[in-house]
């Protein structure tokens, strides 16, 4: 099975843009959730999609917005980046969520100017 | 809410000594995992815990799960240069704003040859 794939790998846009990030999960994986990853701060959750609802949210602004397509793809949305939207933002699929092991994509890399 | 800690945050050895890395959890948990992300890479999965007391060794990494099940322990022994990398231990999130798994902060291993 392919793995967990995520585009753009890398993005370099500046403040006040916005950015749409995309995760394709392992084929009949229908949990993804997204995560943003910083120096220092660990693998902050960021909200989960399942069955193209979202079932949980992260402490993150509004800014931060996700949704999930019918065949389980998924896309986050950030809008008037700040420069401390710089990170690593990673995606994980499972077969339904629930503490079940994730699986992680490649992470896109955005670096906000 | 829940949390989960990880100790020590960075560890520097000398290739061939030994590692270990501590997790800890304000609540007893059903289960653990532990992940481990290379420079460069994204968290994979490495092993659940779901027993009290439970030990699992994979070649020279050894895993234990508390008897209280609120705390786990990684410990590589002999270190080698492929151990570079960050280790998170994972426990159960309760959705909401938590997601489906709390990651500790991870304890990024350096190995000097």
């Known amino acids: 099975k392919a793995g967990v794939t995520q585009t753009p790998r890398y993005l370099i846009k500046t403040r006040g843009q916005q950015v749409t990030l995309s995760c394709s999960p392992i084929s009949g994986h229908r949990s993804v959730s997204w995560y943003q990853q910083t120096p220092g701060q660990g693998l902050q959750f960021l909200f989960e999609y399942f069955s193209e609802t979202q079932r949980n949210k992260g402490n993150f602004p509004g800014r931060f917005s996700g949704r999930q397509f019918s065949n389980s793809r998924s896309e986050m949305n950030v809008s008037t980046l700040e420069l401390g939207d710089s990170a690593l933002y990673l995606c994980?699929?499972?077969?339904?969520?629930?503490?079940?092991?994730?699986?992680f994509g490649p992470g896109t890399r955005l670096l906000v100017l | 809410g829940q949390q989960v800690m990880q100790i020590p945050q960075y560890q520097h050895v000398q290739e061939g000594e030994d590692f270990t890395t501590y997790c800890n959890s304000s609540t007893t948990l059903s289960n653990i995992q532990w992940y481990k992300q290379r420079p460069g890479g994204h968290p994979v999965f490495l092993i659940q815990?779901?027993?009290?007391?439970e030990v699992k060794k994979q070649k020279r990494l050894t895993f234990q799960f508390g008897e209280a099940k609120k705390n786990s322990s990684l410990h590589i022994t002999a270190t080698q240069t492929t151990d570079v990398g960050t280790y998170f231990c994972a426990g159960p999130g309760y959705g909401g704003s938590q997601g489906n798994l709390i990651f500790g902060k991870g304890t990024k291993l350096s190995v000097k040859p």
């Open positions: 994980a699929s499972s077969l339904a969520g629930r503490q079940e092991t994730q699986y």
């Open positions: 815990l779901v027993k009290s007391g």
